[in-house]
């Protein structure tokens, strides 16, 4: 079992930057594909990114291809979002989750382990 915290969220002018992390718990972190999801207010938690455990592959959604980044380092226990050109759109609680898949998965019914989310406010 892993435990997973974000941290980094908060309210920043379309076109700027921010950075999330999780932190995950557990001496097994290496071998979780993990995936960052996002949820606005109405609307259902969809995929942002994901990353294998190696870091070899990597996953985006369509609407932040070119402007976010998935990365981790299994020393750290800890994978990141860097979010650039965010635009109010991205307005969203952001969550960490954990999958026990082999390889990369999109789904939420994948990922088992999910943490507490973080907010993100775009101002236009």
């Known amino acids: 079992q892993v435990q997973l915290v974000e941290s980094g969220g908060g309210l920043v002018q379309a076109g700027g930057s921010l950075r999330l992390s999780c932190a995950a718990s557990?001496?097994?972190?290496?071998?979780?594909?993990m995936g960052w999801f996002r949820q606005a207010p109405g609307k259902e938690r969809e995929i942002v990114a994901a990353?294998?455990?190696?870091?070899?592959?990597?996953y985006y959604a369509d609407s932040v291809k070119g402007r976010f980044t998935i990365s981790r380092d299994n020393a750290k226990n800890t994978v990141y979002l860097q979010m650039n050109s965010l635009k109010p759109e991205d307005t969203a609680v952001y969550y960490c989750?954990?999958?026990?898949?082999?390889?990369?998965?999109?789904?939420?019914?994948?990922?088992?382990?999910w943490g507490q989310g973080t907010q993100v406010t775009v101002s236009s």
């Open positions: 990353i294998s455990r190696s870091s070899s592959s990597t």
């Open positions: 557990g001496r097994t972190f290496s071998s979780y594909i």
């Open positions: 989750a954990a999958s026990t898949a082999i390889a990369v998965v999109t789904s939420r019914a994948r990922y088992a382990y």
